[in-house]
Structures are given as structure tokens and as C-alpha cells.
């Protein structure tokens, strides 16, 4: 008996461990195959980091100028990343760090930057029967020099960003976020000091690291207008000429709420004005009145005809810039000027105002143009491609024309350009309670021939007048049109 009960818990024991033994190999097969490229590319993994860095990394151009790019040294890693503009290209570049990984252009495009791609596949082969030591592919971006710049310098001493874009393909010509950060800093082979940058990075209030031109989406404000106006010129019901209430105040129906118009006063005599003027003044009580006669579905239909509910990727992914569901009429009303749950980066903005500008054909953004191989021979260019049909050619050419009147006659004479015509919407948002409002710009230029659409955000503007959107925001849209336009 005690022979058989022994044998018995031989028999489990080895059930056991051989069951053990099975899951011990499931894993394994688990880890090394179908789990393999997600350790491999898992940030921090020291084995691939070292791998990587033992070949030269393909530089990130803007033009011709390598702003990001690979030097050899006399340490562990064969090789260290430089950035030469620093801060200055830091949202589209990224960092590529031995200790924390890459972000930006540097995640995105590792395959290409670390010469690993299946583009590569020929020169790989080349290099090793040649003995030539392996390198990097190189990635072009979209971004123009003269407007980064433009862009960047603007946003000094700001909590904001930038986004510009060519109308007509989606290109990114300006991508610009302020407080920005060196990713030389991070990049440093002193992993000590590195560490101790991106803790002092990570805990600033500001936040340095974050991208804002592709996920900071404050409420868009006045700028959000623009879509309220193009939805109104698609029903068929409105015209630029079409006279509108524009009361000093409009009661936010089932509330007893009155929404003010930021001037305090009616928008035209008689508390009634055109659509064109209302555009033109930011008349809250003629868009919140629009906004009623439209209707939440028809105004979240033409916001996601622009790309609201959609994220992009650019190839970073962009956070969803929001218009609401479920609303009432008091919320639908707030929403036509871009208040209660309306959010937009200036990716989106932009989008709207390249839409526009571009016959009303909203365009898919992308930062990357090129990839080059080794020898810098480009292997793969971009191909703009269309999101969606915003406005018809007609009304896109109506609503450009009420953009101008904006610049020219409204609340956006700063981003007027001698010899220029400037589209342009203000907007000042409100953020919460004992938080400073949110300044806004939104420009399309030339009128007649779109060749850049740029949105302006200040997080940090201080004032609640449509003054701030044309104060702090507008110069540095008219500033990075001037750009665009003197490199044609």
C-alpha cells in the first residue's frame, strides 16, 4: 500500500513538472516568435540599443541640412546622435537616447534611421560582400526651414504651438512647440546626466516633452467659426449676405443663461448684421443663434468632414481633436463657437483653414517626404493623398473671401501682408475656472491662391478678448506666412 501511495506522488510530481516543462516551452515559443519584434523594439532594451548603435544612424533632413545625425565616438556606443537645431526641430525629430529610447521621427522611422528596413534589403547585401561598413537610411521631412524657424522664434517665452500646412497636398511646413527641449540633452552617452535631464524635463509644469502641435487640443474658441460658417454655406440656407441676429447677448435656450458677445455690444444696428460681418467681428450671438438653426448632427458632420474624431498619423499619431455627441440646444450653441466639449490641436486648425484655401478639399497631413538610402539616392517619395470633400469649390471660394474680410476689416488686422491677401479668424477660449484663456489664429494665404494654412494657440494668453487671438497669436501667423511665401 505505502508503495502504491508513493508511486501515486511520483506520478503527480512528474505530472506536474512536465506540465511545467509544456509551459515553460509554450512561453519561450511565446517570447522568441510571436513576441520577438515587440521585445526587440521595447524602449531601453540594452542588446538592440547596443546593436544599433554599432552601425552609423541615417540622419532626419529638413532640405539638404542634417538637423539630426550620428558621429562617431570612442566609447561603448560606436556612435552619438547630434542635434543641430536643438530645440528648434525637437517636435518632429524626437530624441534617440540609449537609455529612454526614441520618440518622434527617431520611433517612427527606426527601421529607416537604423538601416533595417526591407527598402534597404539590396544595400544590406552590397555592404556585407563589399565589407563596407553597414549605415542608416535617411528620412526627408516636409518642413520648411524658414517657417520652422519663423514659427519657433514666435512662440519665445510662450506656452504654445504652431502648425502650417501646403493646402494643397497636406505637407507639414511648420511644426512648431514652445517650451521645447534639447534632445542633445537626452541623448548624451552619460547616462547619468541624461537621466537627470529628463526628470527635470518630465516634472517642469510646462511640459517641455510634450508635442503640442500634435496632442495639445485646448477648446479652439472663435476659430471654431470657421467650421459653423461652412456648414451654414453647405445647407443651402445661408450666403455670405444673408442678414443674422446679432444681439449684444443671446439666451442659450432652456437656460437662463446669457451668452455675451466679447465686445459687450450688438454686432450691427438694430442687433442684426451679414453673415460676412459676424465672421468678421466674432459675433457670439449670431453663431450661437446658427448654431441652433443648424443643428449639433449637421455642425459634427462638416467638423469631421475637417478631421474632428479622427486621428492622424503623420507619421506620429495625433490626439482627436472632439466635437460632441449628445448634446442639447444650450450645448450645440456653446459648441458653434467652440466652447463647452470642442477640442483642436493646431494640426486640426490648420487642417480647416488648408481645406478652405485648398477648393475645399481637406487633405491627409504628413511630416515625412523622402526616404533616402545610405548613399542618399531617394528610394521612396511621399503621395499627398484626400481625407474628405469639407465644402464645395463655390462655397470654400465664399468662405475664403469672408477669411480676408476678417483680416482686412475685422478682428485679424495683424496678420495683414502688404501686397498680400490674408485669410484669417480669431479666437480666444475660455478653459476653466481660474485658468488663463487660450489665443487663437487661424490664417490662409495667398486668398486666390492658397500656398500655406497655419494655426497659432497661446495657452498661456491671459486675455479674454478676440484682442489676444489678434494680438499675440496673428503675428506669428503673418511672420510664418511671409516665410512660406519668400522661399517660393
Same mark, same amino acid.
Given at each position: 500500500?505505502?508503495?502504491?501511495?508513493?508511486?501515486?506522488?511520483?506520478?503527480?510530481?512528474?505530472?506536474?513538472?512536465?506540465?511545467?516543462?509544456?509551459?515553460?516551452?509554450?512561453?519561450?515559443?511565446?517570447?522568441?516568435?510571436?513576441?520577438?519584434?515587440?521585445?526587440?523594439?521595447?524602449?531601453?532594451?540594452?542588446?538592440?540599443?547596443?546593436?544599433?548603435?554599432?552601425?552609423?544612424?541615417?540622419?532626419?533632413?529638413?532640405?539638404?541640412?542634417?538637423?539630426?545625425?550620428?558621429?562617431?565616438?570612442?566609447?561603448?556606443?560606436?556612435?552619438?546622435?547630434?542635434?543641430?537645431?536643438?530645440?528648434?526641430?525637437?517636435?518632429?525629430?524626437?530624441?534617440?537616447?540609449?537609455?529612454?529610447?526614441?520618440?518622434?521621427?527617431?520611433?517612427?522611422?527606426?527601421?529607416?534611421?537604423?538601416?533595417? $528596413?526591407?527598402?534597404? =534589403? !539590396?544595400?544590406?547585401?552590397?555592404? /556585407?560582400? #563589399? @565589407? &563596407?561598413?553597414?549605415?542608416?537610411?535617411? *528620412?526627408?521631412?516636409?518642413?520648411?526651414?524658414?517657417?520652422?524657424?519663423?514659427?519657433?522664434?514666435?512662440?519665445?517665452?510662450?506656452?504654445?504651438?504652431?502648425?502650417?500646412?501646403?493646402?494643397?497636398?497636406?505637407?507639414?511646413?511648420?511644426?512648431?512647440?514652445?517650451?521645447?527641449?534639447?534632445?542633445?540633452?537626452?541623448?548624451?552617452?552619460?547616462?547619468?546626466?541624461?537621466?537627470?535631464?529628463?526628470?527635470?524635463?518630465?516634472?517642469?509644469?510646462?511640459?517641455?516633452?510634450?508635442?503640442?502641435?500634435?496632442?495639445?487640443?485646448?477648446?479652439?474658441? $472663435?476659430?471654431?467659426? =470657421? !467650421?459653423?460658417?461652412?456648414?451654414? /454655406?453647405? #445647407? @443651402? &440656407?445661408?450666403?455670405?449676405?444673408?442678414? *443674422?441676429?446679432?444681439?449684444?447677448?443671446?439666451?442659450?435656450?432652456?437656460?437662463?443663461?446669457?451668452?455675451?458677445?466679447?465686445?459687450?455690444?450688438?454686432?450691427?444696428?438694430?442687433?442684426?448684421?451679414?453673415?460676412?460681418?459676424?465672421?468678421?467681428?466674432?459675433?457670439?450671438?449670431?453663431?450661437?443663434?446658427?448654431?441652433?438653426?443648424?443643428?449639433?448632427?449637421?455642425?459634427?458632420?462638416?467638423?469631421?468632414?475637417?478631421?474632428?474624431?479622427?486621428?492622424?498619423?503623420?507619421?506620429?499619431?495625433?490626439?482627436?481633436?472632439?466635437?460632441?455627441?449628445?448634446?442639447?440646444?444650450?450645448?450645440?450653441?456653446?459648441?458653434?463657437?467652440?466652447?463647452?466639449?470642442?477640442?483642436?490641436?493646431?494640426?486640426?486648425?490648420?487642417?480647416?483653414?488648408?481645406?478652405?484655401?485648398?477648393?475645399?478639399?481637406?487633405?491627409?497631413?504628413?511630416?515625412?517626404?523622402?526616404?533616402?538610402?545610405?548613399?542618399?539616392?531617394?528610394?521612396?517619395?511621399?503621395?499627398?493623398?484626400?481625407?474628405?470633400?469639407?465644402?464645395?469649390?463655390?462655397?470654400?471660394?465664399?468662405?475664403?473671401?469672408?477669411?480676408?474680410?476678417?483680416?482686412?476689416?475685422?478682428?485679424?488686422?495683424?496678420?495683414?501682408?502688404?501686397?498680400?491677401?490674408?485669410?484669417?479668424?480669431?479666437?480666444?477660449?475660455?478653459?476653466?475656472?481660474?485658468?488663463?484663456?487660450?489665443?487663437?489664429?487661424?490664417?490662409?494665404?495667398?486668398?486666390?491662391?492658397?500656398?500655406?494654412?497655419?494655426?497659432?494657440?497661446?495657452?498661456?494668453?491671459?486675455?479674454?478678448?478676440?484682442?489676444?487671438?489678434?494680438?499675440?497669436?496673428?503675428?506669428?501667423?503673418?511672420?510664418?506666412?511671409?516665410?512660406?511665401?519668400?522661399?517660393?
Amino acid at each position: 500500500v505505502r508503495q502504491a501511495v508513493m508511486n501515486h506522488s511520483i506520478r503527480r510530481v512528474g505530472m506536474i513538472l512536465g506540465l511545467l516543462v509544456l509551459l515553460l516551452m509554450v512561453n519561450v515559443n511565446i517570447q522568441q516568435v510571436f513576441m520577438a519584434g515587440e521585445t526587440r523594439d521595447r524602449p531601453g532594451n540594452q542588446r538592440t540599443v547596443l546593436e544599433e548603435y554599432d552601425r552609423e544612424r541615417g540622419p532626419i533632413l529638413v532640405g539638404s541640412d542634417p538637423v539630426a545625425r550620428s558621429i562617431p565616438t570612442d566609447d561603448q556606443y560606436k556612435y552619438l546622435r547630434r542635434y543641430s537645431a536643438g530645440p528648434l526641430y525637437a517636435p518632429a525629430t524626437g530624441f534617440y537616447s540609449a537609455l529612454y529610447g526614441a520618440t518622434g521621427i527617431e520611433r517612427t522611422e527606426n527601421d529607416v534611421l537604423a538601416g533595417t $528596413s526591407d527598402l534597404f =534589403l !539590396v544595400d544590406r547585401l552590397q555592404q /556585407l560582400l #563589399s @565589407g &563596407r561598413e553597414s549605415k542608416g537610411g535617411a *528620412v526627408g521631412l516636409t518642413l520648411n526651414a524658414a517657417a520652422q524657424k519663423a514659427a519657433f522664434e514666435g512662440l519665445s517665452g510662450k506656452v504654445g504651438s504652431v502648425t502650417a500646412i501646403d493646402p494643397s497636398t497636406g505637407a507639414i511646413l511648420a511644426m512648431a512647440s514652445s517650451p521645447s527641449y534639447d534632445p542633445n540633452l537626452l541623448s548624451t552617452h552619460d547616462l547619468a546626466a541624461s537621466q537627470k535631464a529628463y526628470e527635470k524635463l518630465e516634472s517642469d509644469p510646462n511640459k517641455p516633452l510634450l508635442n503640442r502641435p500634435l496632442v495639445s487640443n485646448p477648446p479652439p474658441g $472663435s476659430t471654431f467659426k =470657421l !467650421v459653423t460658417t461652412a456648414a451654414a /454655406l453647405e #445647407s @443651402g &440656407r445661408f450666403t455670405p449676405t444673408t442678414i *443674422v441676429p446679432g444681439p449684444a447677448s443671446y439666451k442659450l435656450p432652456g437656460t437662463s443663461v446669457e451668452l455675451k458677445n466679447w465686445q459687450g455690444t450688438a454686432c450691427g444696428p438694430g442687433g442684426k448684421t451679414t453673415l460676412t460681418n459676424a465672421l468678421a467681428v466674432s459675433c457670439n450671438s449670431a453663431f450661437a443663434w446658427l448654431g441652433n438653426q443648424l443643428g449639433q448632427d449637421a455642425l459634427r458632420a462638416q467638423a469631421e468632414k475637417f478631421g474632428f474624431n479622427m486621428s492622424f498619423t503623420v507619421p506620429m499619431r495625433s490626439a482627436t481633436s472632439r466635437y460632441p455627441t449628445g448634446l442639447d440646444d444650450a450645448q450645440t450653441a456653446m459648441s458653434a463657437i467652440g466652447q463647452f466639449d470642442v477640442t483642436a490641436t493646431t494640426l486640426q486648425m490648420a487642417m480647416v483653414g488648408a481645406a478652405i484655401g485648398n477648393n475645399g478639399i481637406t487633405m491627409n497631413p504628413y511630416l515625412v517626404k523622402e526616404i533616402r538610402g545610405a548613399d542618399l539616392q531617394i528610394l521612396q517619395t511621399a503621395s499627398p493623398s484626400q481625407f474628405a470633400t469639407a465644402l464645395s469649390p463655390a462655397n470654400a471660394k465664399a468662405e475664403m473671401g469672408m477669411m480676408v474680410d476678417v483680416v482686412e476689416n475685422g478682428t485679424g488686422s495683424n496678420a495683414r501682408i502688404p501686397g498680400v491677401e490674408v485669410g484669417g479668424k480669431t479666437g480666444t477660449a475660455e478653459t476653466g475656472p481660474g485658468r488663463p484663456a487660450v489665443a487663437w489664429f487661424v490664417a490662409v494665404a495667398p486668398g486666390d491662391s492658397a500656398k500655406v494654412a497655419v494655426a497659432v494657440c497661446i495657452e498661456n494668453a491671459g486675455g479674454r478678448s478676440e484682442i489676444s487671438g489678434n494680438g499675440l497669436a496673428a503675428p506669428i501667423a503673418k511672420n510664418v506666412i511671409e516665410a512660406v511665401l519668400a522661399s517660393q
